[in-house]
């Protein structure tokens, strides 16, 4: 601070600052009206500037991160979203989404989700009656030795997927009551590719479609009213093998006395089928 500066803060303090030979301080109030008067054109540069952002002021926009390789599921036209691990950046550019049906996965993989397009039970003690679910359950068990259900359900497989890897394919189903179960809530189950054309309400049992000889087998674990999954990927990777799709029979493997029903394609828990493929 200048000599001068320090003379007119005394003489301030003393109230003489309006004398003769005395002096004027600028307070910061009076640097604010000072401003206000330089006039909108200045007012204008900076709200410009604040506009703009500091991506246009640099030129281009940073890319998007993945937010820990996770990324939203929607590669639908026009607005794709899908995450490349190599970069940990969002792709948002519809040609370099790589999944041609489903979505593109945090992984690169592609998942593809169908509801039942068709769906038929049949029964061996009623070989020409027509069962094809609507507001009915389909069935799969055994009663005694050769009384059995078979269900069989069809999905719309987008035609992509006979030139894709698919890793691995999962069936859900709404078990929606059984009959005359004891212990475990667990059903042994075989899963077969359907090989031939069918339509729903036309098939019985003794009209059937045919089945690829090959099963995937495992243990169906079911809560009443919940769904309950099957891997089937050795099913749908047999009917990409075969180069066509007809849909999967179900029913169970050396059960006895036992029968599941499970919510039919009518329903809002229709029978679904996820498929993840590269």
């Given at each position: ?21 005395g002096c004027h301080l600028i307070f910061p ?216 799709w007809y849909g999967l029979r179900l029913g ?27």
């Amino acid at each position: 601070m200048g000599k001068q500066s320090s003379a007119c803060i005394l003489l301030v303090l003393l109230g003489l600052a309006g004398a003769p030979g005395g002096c004027h301080l600028i307070f910061p109030f009076d640097l604010q009206e000072a401003s206000t008067e330089a006039g909108p054109v200045d007012l204008g540069d900076r709200e410009a500037r604040a506009e703009a952002g500091p991506a246009d002021l640099a030129g281009q926009e940073p890319a998007p991160s993945c937010q820990g390789n996770v990324a939203p599921n929607s590669c639908v036209p026009n607005l794709p979203r899908w995450c490349d691990p190599s970069t940990n950046q969002l792709v948002v550019s519809c040609k370099d989404c790589p999944c041609a049906a489903g979505t593109c996965q945090s992984d690169g993989r592609c998942k593809i989700s169908l509801l039942a397009s068709a769906d038929s039970y049949t029964h061996y003690y009623q070989p020409a009656t027509l069962f094809h679910g609507g507001d009915s359950p389909l069935m799969i068990g055994r009663w005694g030795t050769d009384d059995v259900w078979l269900t069989y359900l069809n999905f719309q497989v987008p035609a992509v997927l006979q030139q894709a890897e698919v890793e691995q394919a999962v069936l859900s189903v709404f078990v929606d009551a059984w009959s005359a179960w004891t212990g475990a809530k667990q059903l042994p189950t075989e899963v077969r590719t359907v090989t031939s054309s069918w339509k729903e309400g036309t098939i019985t049992f003794k009209d059937s479609p045919t089945v690829s000889t090959a099963a995937v087998k495992q243990q169906l674990t079911f809560v009443l009213k919940t769904l309950a999954t099957l891997e089937v990927t050795g099913a749908v990777q047999i009917s990409k093998a075969g180069g066509a799709w007809y849909g999967l029979r179900l029913g169970c493997d050396g059960c006895s006395d036992k029968t599941l029903h499970l919510a039919s394609r009518e329903t809002s828990n229709a029978p679904r089928l996820e498929i993840t493929y590269r």
